[in-house]
């Protein structure tokens, strides 16, 4: 019985890294602005986790492979927006640790980092079920709003969030963004 216990033991300390990973950018955007971004990537529920800290200005995000959703969470906005992804545009969930790995060896290596405007919506988003379990989690008890990819000139007050020099989302419109 210790055997197996054992063995199972090992066996999950040896798969571990291939299903998930861990990975964290200390960086300083302008002087006196300290952030820190934290990834947390599932490879086997294809969802990732991304965590910026910066105390009034934290924000956190969600993208979810399964269900074609990425949800953003904004502190200062004390809101949820929700997004469908764009494949052609965000890095696949296997290839998103390399690129990382990448960029955090030379930010001036690799492609510039892609931008992504969304305008986001008045409308509410009451139930949260069909986007998955990870966003309902993460905007569960905040309002949530529609945002949709906007490729024309923005227009009102943007949200940004540079996801760790590789993705700039913008959340752009209404009075929620001011």
């Known amino acids: 019985m210790k055997l197996i216990v054992l063995s199972v033991a090992l066996l999950g300390v040896l798969l571990?890294?291939?299903?998930?990973?861990d990975i964290s950018e200390k960086k300083q955007e302008n002087v006196g602005d300290h952030s820190h971004q934290s990834v947390s990537i599932d490879n086997q529920k294809r969802v990732v986790n991304v965590d910026n800290n910066n105390g009034w200005h934290s924000w956190n995000n969600v993208w979810d492979y399964g269900t074609g959703y990425m949800a953003t969470r904004v502190l200062s906005k004390k809101s949820c927006f929700l997004t469908k992804m764009n494949r052609d545009v965000m890095p696949d969930v296997t290839a998103l640790p390399e690129a990382i790995r990448e960029k955090?060896?030379?930010r001036s290596k690799g492609p510039a980092p892609k931008?992504?405007?969304y305008m986001?919506?008045?409308k509410k988003i009451t139930n949260l079920a069909p986007y998955g379990k990870n966003i309902e989690a993460l905007c569960r008890g905040i309002?949530?709003?529609?945002?949709y990819e906007f490729a024309g000139e923005r227009s009102g007050a943007c949200f940004e969030a540079n996801i760790l020099f590789i993705l700039r989302i913008s959340l752009c419109g209404?009075?929620?963004m001011s």
Do not use: H, I, S
């Not at 571990?16 to 990973?21: F, H, I, K, M, V």
């Not at 309002?143 to 945002?147: C, E, G, I, R």
């Open 143 to 147: 309002p949530t709003y529609a945002a």
């Open 104 to 106: 955090q060896k030379d």
């Open 120 to 122: 986001v919506t008045p």
């Open 115 to 117: 931008n992504l405007t």
């Open 16 to 21: 571990a890294p291939t299903l998930a990973d």
């Open 174 to 176: 209404g009075e929620r």
